[in-house]
């Protein structure tokens, strides 16, 4: 989490999938809360990794196979936060062009008619179910567009990509998942869904509701909240807060 850790804590989460062991470093001072993303990241990577080595089929994804790249992707506001610093420390051209891939995503968005209920989202002071989303996600699917972060079928932020594209794997054959209105498609289950953990966490430490960012609209709501991003929280506290929602994900009933 930074340079000059001032301490180093050994974590252990039993998953679902088996108990997790992550060693974090943690810094002394005040942090974002983008900072703890890699962090989390790591442990719902760890949790992974564990339900895959138990599960009999072979995961099918593959490099190139990206229908999951056209389904509407849901970022917390911790991971949008670390995207939109990332896409800054590009270099400029770079920036301009994800900004030009960005605008022509949300001129899509709004010939559709949907890039006004997605803004909705990214705002609403109540937090939205699954079930409200679902229509949207399936409006969406079928525009087929490409995320904006896809360059020739290939992921260009492979190890920066949110936690809902690490957690999508199947073991179904890779190309049903080119036709998921009519092919029962087979995921993985996933023990620890990050990205709603870190939705929880930014709930915890805001008093917000938990909130889910389409990601084509996560830059922009990143650079309308930067204000939150400031490092206002101290790395303990973040930790510490992160592991509550994390429990309080393992006690919800399984879906």
């Not at 989490?1 to 974590?11: G, K, N, S, V």
């Not at 080595?53 to 509407?72: D, E, F, I, W, Y």
């Amino acid at each position: 989490m930074d340079d000059a850790p001032r301490e180093q804590l050994t974590l252990t989460i039993e998953t679902p999938a088996g108990p997790v062991t992550a060693l974090v470093a943690l810094p002394d001072g005040f942090i974002p809360v983008s900072r703890i993303v890699p962090v989390l990241r790591h442990v719902g990577e760890q949790a992974q990794a564990l339900e895959q080595q138990r599960t009999p089929a072979t995961v099918s994804c593959a490099k190139g196979c990206a229908a999951c790249c056209r389904m509407l992707i849901p970022v917390s506001p911790p991971e949008a936060f670390a995207l939109a610093a990332m896409v800054a420390a590009w270099p400029e051209d770079r920036r301009q062009h994800i900004t030009r891939r960005l605008a022509d995503a949300e001129a899509r968005l709004e010939e559709a008619g949907l890039r006004a209920p997605l803004q909705q989202l990214t705002e609403t002071p109540h937090q939205v179910s699954d079930e409200a989303v679902e229509p949207l996600n399936g409006a969406y699917y079928a525009l087929q567009l490409p995320c904006v972060f896809l360059d020739n079928e290939v992921c260009s932020i492979y190890e920066d990509r949110p936690a809902a594209c690490r957690e999508l794997l199947v073991t179904s054959p890779a190309h049903w998942c080119q036709d998921l209105g009519h092919k029962p498609v087979q995921a993985l289950p996933v023990p620890l869904r990050m990205g709603t953990i870190l939705s929880l966490l930014w709930s915890a430490l805001t008093g917000g509701p938990p909130r889910l960012i389409p990601l084509p609209l996560a830059l922009a709501w990143a650079d309308r909240h930067a204000a939150a991003n400031r490092p206002v929280w101290s790395a303990k506290v973040l930790l510490e807060t992160a592991l509550e929602q994390i429990w309080e994900f393992l006690r919800r009933p399984a879906r």
